[in-house]
């Protein structure tokens, strides 16, 4: 494995099948570029005459669209940016705090990481879409799953306040799991 000499950023994506790593190497003098998403490589430009530009490709189960824009700052300095779903890093990251709920909890030993995605209820698991049952209760909804044998449930209820809205909590082995802040 060639040593990655160029390697001029490292951004850490959490997105509802996991957390990737994007590496990006940018050879200023060879006009090498190369794309690593979780250590693999996804694109690999060598002699590139146009040292800024975009490169554009997926990450995850998801198939989530991304692209590195490179971009000429002064001379020979270049700025890289990352952009999920067409936002800005940070901006994609502060909708997705109001669009999902994560919790990271430990069963028999090994470490689980459980994301509801609110606007379409589907609940993901270590990378893995669940399979899950919603049921109406009394005071809001139930969405159940199992997890290395262990029934959880995700309610939701009203938090009687406008701007708050909907409350989301994970219950395992009757249970309640703090959310995870990523």
């Known amino acids: 494995l060639e040593k990655m000499t160029d390697l001029v ?90 669009t999902t709920n994560t919790w990271i909890l430990n069963l028999g030993g090994t470490d689980y990481r459980v994301v509801l995605e609110k606007d379409t209820m589907d609940v993901w698991c270590n990378g893995q879409k669940m399979e899950t049952a919603g049921e109406f209760v009394d005071d809001g909804t139930e969405t159940h799953f199992t997890v290395a044998d262990h029934s959880c449930c995700i309610k939701a209820v009203s938090s009687g306040k406008r701007k708050e809205g909907i409350i989301h909590t994970l219950i395992v082995d009757n249970r309640e799991i703090p959310e995870a802040v990523e």
Request: hydrophobic residues 40%; positive net charge; charged residues 30%.
């Open 9 to 98: 950023a490292v951004w850490e994506v959490a997105l509802s099948d996991g957390v990737h790593k994007i590496e990006f190497e940018h050879g200023t003098t060879s006009g090498k570029r190369v794309v690593y998403v979780d250590g693999k490589e996804e694109i690999r430009r060598e002699w590139m005459f146009k040292l800024v530009g975009k490169e554009t490709f997926t990450v995850g189960a998801t198939k989530t669209k991304a692209a590195i824009n490179i971009d000429a700052v002064s001379g020979f300095a270049y700025e890289y940016t990352l952009e999920i779903n067409g936002k800005s890093l940070k901006k994609y990251l502060e909708n997705r705090l109001k």
